[in-house]
Every structure is written in structure tokens, then in C-alpha cells.
């Protein structure tokens, strides 16, 4: 309990863990291969900033720009039966099952190719068949429903779990406590990861929670926790394996919080450092120093794994996609209007 | 072969019919290890089938309707049950929100085939929180099916169609049915669009609409109302969401008049539908006589016995407020 | 002395007014210290009134909602703030099973005079959890109070006569009519039960019904109509629960035709009760044609931008409605 | 953390706890009026039960009979300007803040003359100017509103509190869990009071929580708590003293919980042993030589405080009272029919 509090004290400083990562040990593939796909998640998401700020996309997009490390660290844990739910911050959840740009855009665009049959839009997307059953823009609306996959995993002899990606605010919502609880009970093997960016839209958690950590929840109902630094891709991966295989093999639910912040506002392309509370200009230039595609590539870059210039090639080549998904997402047809009707039931009369 | 059934008993024989045939169907809800929560509908299958398929659960309707949601999503095909409708507004969020647009908001790619059965358990002086059919609510949400039953066998078949559609069902079930009998034929599976309300008396003078414990009232006043020589056509309307008026509007035209009875309150409340789907349907000359909403008094549930007996109609009430309307 | 307002700025007002006025009331809800949650209107009220009054909160809709309940019967006046209604339904519970039916079950001895005020906020791209006004749905509930401000003086005054009131009231506004504006007489406290139904525009030939954006609809539409010599009345509903159809059936009386447009589904909803409360009130014969219903299509919000504009009724498609059903 | 652990294991085996209370210390007016308060509750509710299952009273009764020292153990420490709710087993809620025989009878017979003027019955009783705000029997319906009344208590200037009788089973809806996070963060005067008789009608706590004490939510949201006998009215009174002043002084929360058992099953008169799942004839007997009742009236007589005869006398004259107020109830008339209609709105119109 007092580790967790004294790294909890650290984790909320932006001004600790602001070194580059320690990458000895891992396979240069591996690290590759991370770094590739958080550096996609950035950049497609910045892709959306600007287009949204630009005005070309209709709908509010709620970025995860800084949170990275999270969903590719978990993501690394997970197979394409799995069961992952996530919210209305969801494009790095998704993209880190499946990094298709196109489908992303075409959605984020209201698409007939998008993830969704451009019928969701940025807070609503699903690609099932890459493990990514679902997200949607009410907060927790998902977690029992990743409480229900998973219980259905277990109960059809797989050794699949559900996954609810939840934050730090989805938290306060009662039907959270009741899943943590269900799961326990059942059991069902839930995985909650709680991306604690100390957020929720504009209020800061001290002013919301008696403490800063959320895993005393997961305390109460008995749930197997750990707290993580959020912007270290490998420590999430690590510690998080550990847990996950455990509801893998053992049909019971796992919590795992990991700090971090979210380099933009609450939605959109802002900054908003003003309208946020207990959000200073100071704290977001110290949290992009704790940038966990930073910390990663000059981590890779002091062991020799890559250059710069790799990775400068990385971003480009990355960028190009982007610009090639988006010309492919502008240009493609629009749901036709009759989808409007057809897609509410399951066409069964 | 005719085998004897009575309404509650239907319910369980659907349920025994779906756990047998499919292993996808597991059941979950408060009561289920108790054999006195949900009447004798779901007696010992908790030792018939295992506990594992049959989940008694913690008091937490919200997480346990998305649960049901969730499983759903996957193949499993949950029927959640809630022994009063009261209970599931804890619920409400995983129903309406999730459930009912799924299909919509993922493109159709993605089904919430999830059963929620909520049972009306009113009257015996529990008064206001327990006591509510919100069916007109759940009629008023795009992407929902609401079916109840009436007769024996659709309780039967409307529960055994709502677990394998794969659709969000409300199935609405009423204790006062529960002894009502019946000779069944054996079961055959029916897919969930086949429920469209029903002619089940045929009349020519007035149509009354009921659904659910209304219909019974409908078809008692119309007894009634049959030895005064006034010949009544009875409609029981099974499926309140999608909601399909044809057949109310070609009774309509013929017997000229119509009353609706429905268990829930009056303003924006499905009666209203009824009302509304069918004046819009017809010129005005082609009605005798103004339509009649017979529904609850405009208030909670009272406890008192007295007031309880005036709150709900029954068939008395029925006669009375029919004479009146149409000068009868 | 009048001042320019907007629908906006009359919620700030309103509330600025309560503020000053009253120390009973306080205003709780998600966004409250944030400038862009709710428009404009509820901008500085933290500064000005402190943060124990206007208090934001955890993302926990349910207890929010039953703490305002619970602090009006002490004799607070509460207002709860939801930024969009869809966040309400984790707070169904306390809304429906304990405002609505506290003053009843406890014999009228305690009334929870809580306001709970509901945003309508949709469009845009939103899709289906973010567009939502279940008005229809209070409307059902015996015990609640519907209030729904079209006119910039309603937005206003009715916020007033809500927070005022010993009931609980829905004091529900929409983020499409913040800007219409208007020139307003100074504040004078109205009582709650003034709001009835209001002709804001009086015609011959067909009444059209609304309420809230709706009514700017009928407005706007009708405004066209008399272009082509079709004389329209326009009525604002305003208060849906307790619902006083009187003024209705009159204008309706007169034009012999009518329409509703509401801003929910069709089915149960509150243009039903509309339409049904009129023809239950008149002989068929005293109507010229059968009446229209304008409504939600018949599914969740779509986000994508060219299902947004066929979904949400708008002036030309009430016009070609208007036109199909009345063979003008 | 360990010795509530230790202390739980005692209290939830019903061999423990059997021996009479050590009333010494105590003033006897204070034990006399305890004990008196508590057997009108318990006499009451056996007249409910047996006229229940006469037929006399037409809806369900929810009996406390074998908890009444947590209702009085607590409402000792209450006063008429505090804010009590309860839930659907509440007439020694009630009872313990006014024992008016007669207005609980006729409530429950559904009379005018009834604590809810006929219109709630059993489970809907409110007595508000003897500081019981109302019951309902919407699990947890009222847990938030005890917070909004605390939070009225406290903005009022007042050192009230608001109070929520809560059983076991209510800790499992979501919204209890929100109230424990709201209650401590704004903060507000809340008292959560968990009878925990360690079943929700049918389920024995053990097949819905993973642990068989609730205190830990309250560890959770850090809000103060305690755990309790609760079949022993001095503990609960000395130990919810402490917590209640707290709460009083401070505006904050606190959460006692209480470990007890009911002798009826979960509704009516019947001890429905066979349908409680793990609730067995050997338990209840047990149970019952813990009775709340019988270790304090013998604790009394074995310290010469009341004898034998006296206690005996007590009961006769609250039979007594008992029986008039019964005859008075049954008597007094219905509701009239207008007020079916008129009490839905306080009659603005
Ligand atoms: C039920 C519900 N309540 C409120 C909102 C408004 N809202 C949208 S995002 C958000 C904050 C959520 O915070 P958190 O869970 O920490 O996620 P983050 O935005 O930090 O990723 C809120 C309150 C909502 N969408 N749904
Ligand atoms: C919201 C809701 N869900 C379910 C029920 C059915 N129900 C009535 S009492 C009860 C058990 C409550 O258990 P607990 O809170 O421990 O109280 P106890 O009966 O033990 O006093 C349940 C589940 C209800 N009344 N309300
Ligand atoms: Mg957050
Ligand atoms: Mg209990």
C-alpha cells in the first residue's frame, strides 16, 4: 500500500519520469514495432487535429495525444479474440488492434468504409474481427458490456478476455463499481485498464476523488491491481502481461491504472490550458517531457536500435500513409440515406 | 399432442425448451436460486441446468444488464431477468443507450441479441415503485423490440422467439396472467416479426385494443358487452415496438369506433400510439365516434386498498367508461 | 425597461435572478466551473456565486441527481444541471422512482421542489448518445412537472417558476434556440401552473403543434404557408406534464385540421398524446382531415452528415409534410 | 485492517457473541429507556407478523425482528432535526426516532391516519417532523438523497446530519458507491449505516461480494468507518457516537456497518429456512442466542438493574399499548378516493 502511494506522489509530478527508457533486454523487433505503432497513433491523430481544427471533420474528436503508451502497451497482451472496449477516447484503442487509417478516417468522415459504416463517427467505432468490439461516448457505457464478453469468453471454453478501457473519470460512475463486483464474483475475465490522466474533461481528479489513484476500487472488490507509469510503453507491457495471462488462465478479472496525460484539451485540436481546472501551461510543457514516444525512441536511439534518421524515415513514411488513407477517406461515398432506417434492427421482418 | 399449460407455466416451458436446444442461452437476474421470486416461471431450473447457466446475481441491475449486453455481442444468448420493472430504471442506460442502438451506431455489424425479460408485479397494496409497466417507454425507443404476451402461448413463444432474435427484446411478462390456461400444441419456433397484433374475437360494432393483462379486460367487457348485443372485434397487440397498426386500421374501418385499454398512464403513453397510429390512417368521416383511451389514473401507485381498486381498470371500469364514450 | 436578450442569456438570468434572490437555491451538475460546457448560460455564475453554490461534480449522474432530491426536502432549492440528457438515464432512478412519486407515497407531507434541468444537445455530428430529448418519457410520469421553454421570456421565467415550484420539474431547453433573440420585460416571479399552451400565431385553415425547437419549426413553416394564402395557428405547448390540451381542441375546433411536430420518436411519444388529446375531445366530423404527425425518423441519431439532415425534421420537409397530408 | 478481519470471523459465526451485555457504567435510566424502545419495536413487528399471516394486512411486511439495536443503538445518537431515511425494512427505523404504535399500524393497514396518511404502507413510511425523512423500497433508492439532505443540513449552517439505513445488499447498486465518493468529496454530513444481516433476501453475502464486510467501500472513498456487533445496542451506541459527532463537527461522512440477523425470512412472517440459499435451522438458532434483546435484558438482570418481573411488566404494558393502538388503527378510515389524485402535486394548479 505505501509503494503505491510514494509511486502514486511520484507519477503525479510531471517533473519525475521524464527519462528516456531503458531498453536493454528487449528485442530490437519488438521495440521497433512498438515505436512504429505509437508513433501511427500520434500521427494520425495529429492528422485529425488539424483537419478537425481545419474544419473538414464535422463531429468532436477526443485525442489521446500523449496517452499512447497505454494502449499500445496493453494491445501487445492481446490477441484479435480478445474482447476490447473503449470510450469516447478511443482512436488509440482501436488503432493500436488494427492501425488502418483509412477506416479511421473514412469513419471519423461518416464513411460508408469506415469502422463503422460511417455510422459512429470518432466516439463510436467497432472492428470486431480485430478484437475491437466497441466504443461509445457515454462514460462507462462499455464496462459492463466488457464484463459480458468476457463471461461469454469463459463460458465458451476460450481463454479470451474482455477489456474495458476506462479514465479516471468513468470511474465515479456507480455501474463501474457494480461490474468491478460482478466480475469478481462470477468471476469473468475482465481487464480494466484505467488510463488516470487525471482528467475528466476539464476537472482536475483531486477535485472529484479523495485520493489520486484509482486502484483502491479494484482493493475493495478484491480485484488483482497494479499501478503504472502510463507513458512507459514497456512498463505497462510488462507488468500488464503479468496480470492479463493471470484472467487469462485463471477466468478472473484484473485492474491496471496507468498515469498519464493528455497533451491536448478535453476535445478538439485546443490546447484549452485555460479552461481546464487545476490545468496549468506549466504542467502540460512538463508532461511532454514525460512524452512516451519520446521517452521510447531516444531511449532506442542511446542503445543504438535506431538513428534519428530511421526514425525520421519512420515518421515519414507513416505521414505518407496518412495523406494517402485521407485523400482515399475524403473522396469515398457517404452512407446512402436508406441506411438510415435499415441499420436498426437486424432486418429480420 | 395438446399438452395443458397455464401462462406461468408456458414461460417455463420456454425456458426449458431454450436450455435444452441451445447452449448459447444462459439466464441471469435477481431471484433465480429462489423458487418464490418470479412465480413458479423459472422453478428448479437453477438444479436442472446448473447454476453456471442459471445466475443469481448481487443487487446491481445496471452491471447485470450490461453484462447481458456484452455476452450478447459475442454469440451467448442472455435473457436477463427482472422481477419488476421498477427495478430495471438502475438499468436504463445499458438498454437505451446501448442495446438499443448497437446495431445502428456500429453499421450493423454487431447485434445485441440480449433477451431482458421485466415483469409487471403490481397491485396487493406495494404500491408506486412497485408496480410499473414502463412498455410505453421502451415503445418509444428506436432499435428495441417490446413484445407481450397475452395468451398462453405466446408467452411461450414470444420468449423463446425474443432469445433467439437478434434484436434487443424487452419481453414483458404480467403476474396477473400467470394462472390463465390453456391447451398448447408442442413447440415450434417462430421468428419474432410473426407477433403482429391479432384479431381474438371477432365483432362488428367497436374494436377494443388491449395488450398484455389489458387484452384479458378487452375480452372480458366484450363478454359482457356481447349479452347487451353490441358486438365487439378484440385486438391484442403483442408487438408494441416495431410497431405495425395495419391490421387495427382495417378493423377500424369496419366496426367505426375504437377504444384502446393499455396498463400504463395515459399521456405519451403507448394507448396514445394506438389512438394516433390509426385516426392518422383514416379520413374522419370514417369514425362514428371519438376514440376512448381507458389507462391508470394519473398517479403513482397508491398502497390503500381502496384507492388500488380505482387506480387499475378492470372490467366493470371498462364497461362503464365504453357506455359513456359511445352513448351505448 | 426591456433587454435584449437571447435564450441563452435569459437561462444566465434567470439563474442570476434565483441566485440573488433566493439563498435556498444552489445549482449542481458536470460543467458547472468549466466556460464551454453548457453555452453560455450558466457563464461566471461560480465567481460570482462561489463554488458552494454552483458546485461541479464527479461523473456520477445517479447520486447527483438523488442528492438534489434529498436536499429539497430539507428545503433547498436544487437545481440539477445535466449538460445533455443521454448522461441522465444513470439517473432515472432518482427522477422517476423517488421525485416523481415522493410527494404521493408520503401523503403529500413532503415534496421534493427539485428542478432538474436537462440539456437537448445534438447535431453536429454526435450520433446517437448525444442527441437525445426524452421528454416524451417525463411526460408519461405522473408527479413530474415538463417544462419546455420555446420563447426567449420562457427560457427565462419558466427556469424561475421551476426552481420555485414544491414539485419536482424537468425544466428542459435546447442548444439549437440559444441564440434566438428578444426583447424581455424585467423578471417577475410567474407561478409554475401559468405556462399553459400558448397561440403564438393565429391562422384559419390548420393548427400546428409544438414545443420548445419544434415550435420554431411550426413558426417558420407556417410563415411560408401563408405565402402560398394558407392561414396557420401556431401553438406552443410549453408545460407537456401536467398536459392541458383545452386551448388545443379549440384552435383545432376552429381550423379543423392539425399537425404536431416533436422533437422525439414518434412512437408513444408526446405527439401522440397530442393528437390523441384532441381527437378524443371532438366528434370525428368536427375535423376536416386526419391529422399529421411530424417527428424523429424512426431511428437513433446517425452522425454521418447526410443522414443528420434527413433524421431531424426541418422547415422545408415539414412544408412538403404539411402539404402531402392536407392535399394543399 | 487485520483486526476487523479477526473481528468479522467472529461475528459472522453466530456462536460468538451469545453472552449477555456488561452493562455496567451505564445510567439505568439510559438501559431501562433501551431497553423499553427496543422490545415496542419487537413486540410491534410480531403483531405485524402475526396479523400478516392472519390476513388483516394486505401487503408485505419486511421485518427487523433481531436487528433492532442498530436502529436504536444509533438513534440514541440522533436528534429530531437530523435526517433519517430507510428503505423497505424500516418500521424499527421509524419506530426508534418516534415509537407511535398507532401510526405505523394504520399505515400499514393503508389508513388515514397513518405516518404516510395511508398512501405508503410498509415500506413507505416518513415521520419528518420527528426527523425521519422517508423509507422506500427501491433498493439504495434513498442512499443519494440522505446525502442531498446532509448537504442541505450543512449549507444550512446546522450541525445535523443526514443518515441512510442501508443492509448488505444495497452496497451492491452502483449508486451507494457514487454516494460515498460525493458524500466525502463535497463533503457532506452523510452517515451510512449498513445493517448487515448477511443476506439480500434469498443470497447469502457470500455468493455476491467477495468478502463478507462492507467496510471497505468506505476504505475506498476514505470515508471514517467502524465496524459493529450489531447485535449489541451498547456498542453500537457508544462506537456510532464517536462517528456521528464526527460527522456533526466536521460536515464529513462516516459509515458504521453492523453485523446482525433477522429471525423471519426476508418478507412476511415465515422464518423461510429452506429458501435461503445457505441459510440454515441450526444458523438461525444460533442467531437467535444472539439475540439483541436478550443480551441486554439479561445483561440487566444480572446486574440487578430490572428483574425478571419488571421486564415482564414492560412487555404486558406494550402489549397492551400494542393492542389498543392496533384496534384504533383498524378502526380509522381509508383515505378518500380524491386523494388518489390530489396528493400527486403539491396543488399548484
Ligand atoms: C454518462 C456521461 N456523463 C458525462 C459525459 C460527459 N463527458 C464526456 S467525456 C467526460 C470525461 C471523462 O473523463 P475520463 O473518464 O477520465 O476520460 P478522459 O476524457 O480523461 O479520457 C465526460 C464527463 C458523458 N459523455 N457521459
Ligand atoms: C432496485 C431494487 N432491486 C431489487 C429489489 C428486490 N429486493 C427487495 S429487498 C432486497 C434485498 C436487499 O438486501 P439488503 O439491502 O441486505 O436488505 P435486507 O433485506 O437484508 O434488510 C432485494 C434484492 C428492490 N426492491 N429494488
Ligand atoms: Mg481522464
Ligand atoms: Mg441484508
Redesign the pocket.
Known amino acids: 500500500m505505501n509503494d503505491k502511494a510514494d509511486l502514486l506522489t511520484r507519477l503525479i509530478n510531471p517533473k519525475e519520469f521524464q527519462e528516456p527508457l531503458d531498453v536493454s533486454g528487449y528485442e530490437s523487433s519488438f521495440l521497433y514495432e512498438t515505436l512504429y505503432l505509437m508513433t501511427q497513433i500520434r500521427l494520425a491523430e495529429e492528422k485529425l487535429a488539424s483537419e478537425r481544427e481545419f474544419g473538414t471533420i464535422g463531429g468532436p474528436v477526443?485525442l489521446?495525444v500523449g496517452q499512447e503508451a497505454m494502449a499500445v502497451g496493453i494491445s501487445k497482451n492481446l490477441n484479435k479474440k480478445d474482447r476490447v472496449f473503449g470510450?469516447?477516447?478511443s482512436h488509440s484503442h482501436i488503432l493500436s488492434m488494427n492501425p488502418d487509417f483509412h477506416k479511421l478516417f473514412a469513419e471519423v468522415l461518416g464513411k460508408e468504409t469506415g469502422f463503422s459504416r460511417g455510422m459512429g463517427g470518432s466516439m463510436h467505432l467497432t472492428d470486431k474481427k480485430n478484437g475491437f468490439y466497441g466504443s461509445v461516448?457515454?462514460?462507462?457505457?462499455t464496462v459492463p458490456l466488457a464484463v459480458g464478453a468476457a463471461f461469454d469468453a469463459r463460458r465458451s471454453g476460450t481463454n479470451n478476455i474482455g477489456l474495458a478501457f476506462?479514465?479516471?473519470?468513468?470511474?465515479e460512475?456507480g455501474v463501474v463499481q457494480e461490474s468491478l463486483n460482478l466480475a469478481k464474483i462470477l468471476p469473468s475475465p475482465t481487464v480494466f485498464v484505467v488510463?488516470?490522466?487525471l482528467?475528466?474533461?476539464h476537472m482536475n481528479i483531486s477535485l472529484r476523488q479523495p485520493m489520486r489513484s484509482t486502484c483502491r476500487f479494484a482493493e475493495a472488490n478484491k480485484v488483482e491491481n497494479l499501478l503504472v507509469d502510463g507513458n512507459n510503453v514497456l512498463e505497462v507491457y510488462e507488468k500488464s502481461k503479468v496480470l492479463i495471462n493471470n484472467s487469462r488462465n485463471d477466468g478472473t478479472p484484473c485492474f491496471i491504472e496507468g498515469v498519464t496525460f493528455?497533451h491536448y484539451g478535453?476535445v478538439d485540436w485546443r490546447k484549452d490550458v485555460d479552461v481546464g481546472v487545476d490545468r496549468s501551461q506549466e504542467d502540460i510543457e512538463e508532461w511532454m517531457k514525460r512524452d512516451p514516444i519520446q521517452r521510447l525512441s531516444i531511449g532506442m536511439f542511446e542503445a543504438a536500435i535506431i538513428s534519428k534518421q530511421d526514425y525520421q524515415n519512420i515518421n515519414d513514411e507513416i505521414s505518407q500513409d496518412i495523406i494517402s488513407s485521407w485523400e482515399k477517406a475524403i473522396k469515398d461515398p457517404y452512407p446512402t440515406e436508406d441506411k438510415l432506417l435499415t441499420r436498426v434492427y437486424c432486418n429480420e421482418d | 399432442m395438446k399438452t395443458k399449460e397455464n401462462y406461468g407455466s408456458a414461460i417455463l416451458s420456454a425456458f426449458e425448451y431454450l436450455l435444452d436446444n441451445y447452449p448459447e442461452v444462459f439466464v441471469i437476474g435477481q431471484g433465480l436460486w429462489s423458487p418464490w421470486y418470479v412465480g413458479n416461471t423459472m422453478k428448479d431450473l437453477d438444479s436442472k441446468f446448473g447454476k453456471d447457466r442459471i445466475i443469481d446475481t448481487p443487487v446491481s441491475e445496471s452491471a447485470v444488464t450490461g453484462l447481458g449486453v456484452g455476452a450478447s455481442l459475442c454469440g451467448s444468448k442472455p435473457i436477463v431477468v427482472h422481477p419488476r420493472i421498477d427495478f430495471m430504471l438502475y438499468a436504463i442506460?445499458s438498454i437505451v443507450n446501448q442495446a438499443a442502438k448497437w446495431s445502428h451506431m456500429t453499421g450493423a455489424q454487431s447485434h445485441p441479441g440480449i433477451t431482458i425479460r421485466g415483469i409487471i408485479n403490481r397491485g396487493g397494496e406495494q404500491g408506486a415503485q412497485h408496480s410499473q409497466s414502463l412498455h410505453s417507454w421502451f415503445a418509444h425507443i428506436p432499435g428495441l423490440r417490446v413484445l407481450m404476451p397475452y395468451s398462453v402461448a405466446d408467452a411461450r413463444d414470444m420468449l423463446i422467439a425474443a432469445a433467439l432474435s437478434k434484436d434487443p427484446v424487452m419481453y414483458i411478462d404480467d403476474r396477473w396472467l400467470y394462472d390463465t390456461k390453456d391447451e398448447l400444441d408442442p413447440i415450434s419456433e417462430k421468428s419474432i416479426s410473426e407477433f403482429k397484433p391479432k384479431i381474438i374475437k371477432y365483432g362488428e360494432d367497436l374494436t377494443i385494443i388491449g395488450s398484455s393483462f389489458s387484452t384479458k379486460l378487452a375480452l372480458g367487457a366484450s363478454l359482457e358487452l356481447e349479452k347487451e348485443r353490441i358486438s365487439v372485434e378484440v385486438i391484442d397487440i403483442r408487438t408494441l415496438n416495431p410497431f405495425d397498426s395495419k391490421l387495427l386500421i382495417e378493423s377500424v374501418k369496419k366496426t367505426k369506433r375504437f377504444a384502446v385499454i393499455d396498463g400504463g398512464w395515459k399521456n405519451s403513453g403507448f394507448s396514445a400510439e394506438v389512438t394516433s397510429s390509426i385516426v392518422e390512417s383514416m379520413e374522419p368521416n370514417q369514425l362514428l365516434s371519438k376514440p376512448l383511451r381507458i389507462t391508470l389514473a394519473n398517479s403513482p401507485a397508491p398502497t390503500s386498498k381502496p384507492l388500488e381498486d380505482i387506480y387499475f381498470p378492470n372490467i366493470s371500469s371498462v364497461i362503464r367508461d365504453i357506455k359513456a364514450n359511445f352513448f351505448l
Do not use: K, W, Y
Open positions: 477526443h489521446s470510450a469516447h477516447r461516448p457515454i462514460v462507462s457505457g476506462i479514465g479516471d473519470g468513468a470511474i460512475e488510463e488516470n490522466n482528467f475528466a474533461s493528455r478535453h | 442506460d
